[in-house]
């Protein structure tokens, strides 16, 4: 039996997602044609569209759907900012533990565009300096083109105070986008109330297709495209629409946010039941982002002292459990995870820690089986690391 | 897993053998190169992908264990070193010693694996002295030499799968089991030094001093760019500008880093029949002072030399039968009896 704690990675698809999917998939038409079959395209990716937008509490015509998360970031990011250079405004502000989807697209924009890039710091359980914030826009605000800082981070889960950053940000009418791929159907999220200018989603972190994205970008705002071609999408974001991954977005959407609560409410004892275990057998180890205020109930982000991720990867991996550590460089070596450092670790704690995410399918036997090899693990990986 | 056709097949034969197998590929650049470039080095991202078929074909967990701190410590920083001395190194057998048969094994063994498999081409055989280091049985491609640098205990800890196989008959057995490594040319050279340069390598980081170039009685006859890149018994390259009265070429004799001198006579003149090592390293009992027949190797696909051999106030010392030409101190002598390997030890002095 295999154990899949890496959902934060990517998380099974639910059926209903795969019914809509495959019903999809034998369906003929583009569905930018103007026939009977094109219509009938158009006419399913119009109403997935709007169900899209109920739930995160947008405007149908304010969803733009990307081939993936990492597109539409790159979209907002590079759109956002250039559609304000031209006024004089070059600052891009980030936080320092943005996804590489938000990190490398701002380094382009400062290698190739002009872009001087601003990380906002985090405090010790991963949440952003807002003083920062404050301090750089009451200086500086009338420079800053874009501020982008993610919902919830992929690595600890640790929600950030994204409403504050709007309140700060409006003050100097300075656009913010916010990467919620995590955050999706998961926390509450809406767009609306949040007062975001953009925002991002990624179909396959909540039980949806691959190769599917969603910018949502307020309307009335035009921005530069990167793929220029057919005008699908406000003329910001053209090809062909992809209806069967669109329907089985719109359809895992609606299942996660519909059953987020009871999800979460048996994830949460899922994950205390789990670090109290871990916590028992393995005294040392502790949580990161543990005091933070908000968290996802899927996420354990723990640092096992005297150990190497890679070692512990391998070993659970032959024990069957999936579990993940920071990110792989182009080599596919562990590389210390930038998130952790940002909190403060040094190379070798953040090199010593794992992330294990919780998702739909995961039971308390899950948790149980894990918790069942993990001293073993644990000696083993420690015993590699003396060598 | 270094992506090449070797590991490829060891690891299946591996498997076959009913031992559980994970291919592990070593990172050992912390800036790899994205693709290879002839045959040169084995670590490039392209590398790193074949290994990754190959395990993918063989039907085991992959994995990319870093080591490039280990190797750059164990590895690189000691052939700058020896250079730097003046000595001529060979890296592969530091890799083994350092690297593939220590920091990969004492790590695997911690994670409560059994052993390391390599393609090299060698043979282990269980006999009263314990798991000791043969020949391969396709001498032309036997690499006992560059393991002969390891102890009775690393070679417990060994497996190598191909020894018993000519190396055209592992291509065709990779070429059956469809991994497509199967026609993949053999890697050459360092695998750090990418661009096969070995002298324009060594001149980036140790600099290129000026230095006389001169013969037996002191007179320069001629000058260089840094003694290290100099290695005993060269003859191409000196660019003398005095030449030899009877026109007959002359040879690097001898490297004197702290003058950053080269020196340089006749061909006669390289000739030695003995050498010392020291740091020597038994893959069994220890060699003793007393005289022992058997044959020692200076080169990793040099031939088997005859001669007579002791260990006598912590330095293995061999007589050779026949004079040899030139040999360069750094190299590792690998002493045999028939052909198991007996030891080895790091060449520091050779005397005519």
Sequence with gaps: ?387 | MSGGVDSAVAAARAVEAGHDVVGVHLALSSNPQKYRSGARGCCTIEDSHDARRAADVVGIPFYIWDMAEEFHAGVVENFLAEYAAGRTPNPCLRCNEKIKFAAVLDRARAMGFDGVVTGHYAITKEGPMGKTLHRAVDISKDQSYVLGVLTIEQIAGAIFPLGDTPKVDIRKEAAARGLSVANKPDSHDICFVPSGDNAGWLHDRLGSEVGPIVDQNGIQVGQHRGAYTYTIGQRKGLNLSVPTADGSPRFVLKIEPTTNTVVVGSREDLAITTMYGENPVWCGPAVTSMDQRGYVQIRAHGSALACTYRYEKNQLIAVLDEPLLGLATGQAMVIYEGDRVVGSATVCETSA
């Design chain 1, 1 to 387: 039996m295999s154990v899949y704690l890496d959902h934060a990675a990517t998380t099974p698809m639910v059926d209903s997602a795969i019914r809509a999917m495959t019903e999809q998939l034998g369906k003929l038409g583009n569905p930018s044609s103007l026939h009977a079959e094109g219509r009938s395209g158009r006419k399913d990716i119009e109403e997935a569209r709007e169900q899209i937008a109920a739930l995160v509490d947008c405007q149908p015509s304010e969803i733009i759907f990307t081939g993936s998360g990492t597109e539409a970031n790159n979209t907002a990011l590079k759109g956002l900012y250039w559609s304000r250079k031209t006024a004089g405004k070059n600052v891009v502000v980030i936080s320092a533990i943005e996804h590489h989807a938000i990190l490398d697209p701002a380094q382009w924009l400062h290698d190739h565009e002009g872009a001087e890039v601003v990380t906002i710091g985090v405090d010790a359980d991963g949440v952003i300096d807002l003083a920062q914030l404050r301090e750089l826009i009451a200086i500086r605000g009338n420079e800053v083109a874009v501020i982008s800082i993610m919902h919830a981070n992929n690595e600890t889960g640790v929600v950030q105070p994204i409403a504050q950053v709007v309140e700060l940000a409006n003050a100097a009418s300075i656009p913010v986008h916010s990467d919620c791929v995590q955050s999706f159907g998961k926390v509450p999220l809406s767009f609306r109330e949040l007062g975001l200018t953009a925002l991002t989603l990624s179909g396959h972190k909540f039980g949806g297709p691959l190769g599917i994205g969603v910018l949502v970008l307020r309307r009335g705002l035009e921005i530069p495209a990167l793929l220029h071609g057919g005008g699908q999408e406000r003329e910001i974001r053209s090809g062909t629409f992809n209806a069967p991954a669109i329907v089985a977005f719109a359809a895992a959407a609606q299942n996660a946010v519909s059953r987020m609560q009871e999800r979460n409410e048996w994830m949460m004892t899922l994950r205390e039941d789990f670090i109290r275990g871990l916590l028992a057998d393995v005294p040392d180890a502790y949580i990161n982002g543990a005091m933070a205020q908000e968290r996802l109930a899927g996420i354990v982000n723990v640092t096992f002292p005297g150990t190497e991720s890679d070692t512990l990867l391998l070993l659970f991996d032959a024990e069957g459990i999936s579990c993940s550590a920071g990110s792989a460089c182009s080599a596919g070596v562990q590389r210390p995870s930038h998130v952790l450092l940002a909190m403060g670790h040094d190379d070798v704690s953040a090199r010593s820690s794992l992330r294990f995410s919780l998702g739909w399918t995961t039971t308390g036997e899950d948790i149980d089986r894990v918790l069942g090899v993990l001293p073993q693990v644990i000696e083993r990986a420690r015993a590699a690391n003396l060598r």
